[in-house]
């Protein structure tokens, strides 16, 4: 019968994953300890987790690449949350011995954060908000203050899958028009879902709002470069909650601050957690929001359930929803 000891809970960034979980199911003599804070340097979190036979990371917040998991090896159960985790090197786990799991999730709160960014952006709720708490009704002088109405819009999506065809019924039911392209995209099944299927140039000069559902992939790693911001018209907006790198930031900064767009929503960085000091912070005209796409009590909920079930499984030499390279 497999055993466990320790198990570290890691980036619990608010603090609740002891109250959203039913660790009380687990046997009482596994410790948890659950750390709130990131560790970027790997010799810091090899100290933090040497100690351990069982983590769980949630998402992508702590990479667990080859390098790291050699100098784990205490380390027997390795989790993620969700179906998969491309920052877990799982078949170097898999190599030394370690079991890697995932969770279900529940629902796509990112296309919440999605349209919750591009409402924001277009009817320029930040700065009303701080108008009028300042003592002002109904900001003024700005660019954006009269904001703009979604309907008669054109959405361009890049990646119409799952999360992407969310995002584009939405739009639709504001009355927007859909376009949409990807590499492996084709006319017939972007018209499945009411969208046009364009060329990525296209999309790009057309679009009103330019809004990323990809994954990250050597691919796709800044697949939206200084010639596609170029390309987009100076009234227009770009929202990413996929992944940051998608993204060229630099070309993105400088598109900001010299005003060639109108603005941006990104609740995915480069480099997260986003450090003060991020030249992301002082762009003009955006919404910054630190990577909730995921995160919903309901998501949290089956992330942790699915922890403790896949904890449960392991104790009994029958592990569930494990991952393979």
Not at 78 to 103: H, I, K, Y
Not at 119 to 125: A, H, K, Q
Request: hydrophobic share 45%; charged share 20%; glycine share 8%.
């Amino acid at each position: 019968m497999a055993t466990l000891s320790r198990l570290a809970i890691l980036d619990d960034f608010q603090g609740v994953a002891r109250e959203m979980g039913p660790w009380d199911r687990l046997p009482p003599g596994l410790q948890i300890e659950v750390f709130q804070d990131a560790l970027a340097d790997q010799d810091a979190l090899v100290a933090r987790l040497l100690p351990f036979d069982a983590i769980l990371g949630i998402r992508e917040r702590t990479p667990f690449p080859a390098a790291l998991l050699k100098r784990l090896p205490n380390l027997k159960l390795l989790m993620t949350t969700g179906e998969r985790n491309r920052a877990f090197d799982v078949a170097a786990a898999n190599a030394q011995g370690v079991t890697v799991c995932g969770t279900p999730s529940s629902g796509a709160p990112t296309v919440d954060i999605t349209w919750g960014l591009i409402l924001g952006l277009l009817r320029d709720l930040p700065a009303q908000m701080a108008s009028l708490r300042a003592g002002t009704w109904q900001a003024k002088g700005q660019p954006n203050s009269v904001g703009t109405a979604v309907e008669g819009l054109t959405l361009g999506i890049l990646g119409l899958g799952k999360l992407g065809t969310r995002v584009a019924k939405v739009g639709q039911a504001f009355g927007m028009k859909t376009i949409a392209w990807s590499q492996n995209l084709t006319a017939e099944a972007a018209a499945a879902v009411g969208a046009t299927r364009v060329e990525k140039a296209e999309l790009f000069a057309q679009a009103d709002v330019v809004t990323l559902h990809m994954i990250l992939s050597d691919r796709s790693r800044g697949i939206v470069a200084a010639p596609e911001l170029a390309a987009m018209k100076s009234s227009a907006y770009i929202v990413n909650t996929s992944r940051g790198p998608l993204i060229d930031q630099p070309a993105l900064i400088a598109a900001l601050k010299e005003g060639r767009i109108a603005g941006a929503g990104l609740d995915v960085f480069d480099r997260e957690p986003l450090p003060l000091d991020h030249p992301l912070m002082s762009c003009p005209n955006t919404m910054l929001t630190p990577h909730l796409g995921y995160v919903s009590r309901q998501n949290f909920a089956a992330y942790f359930q699915g922890a403790v079930e896949a904890i449960e499984a392991y104790l009994a030499d029958a592990p569930v929803r494990v991952l393979t390279p």
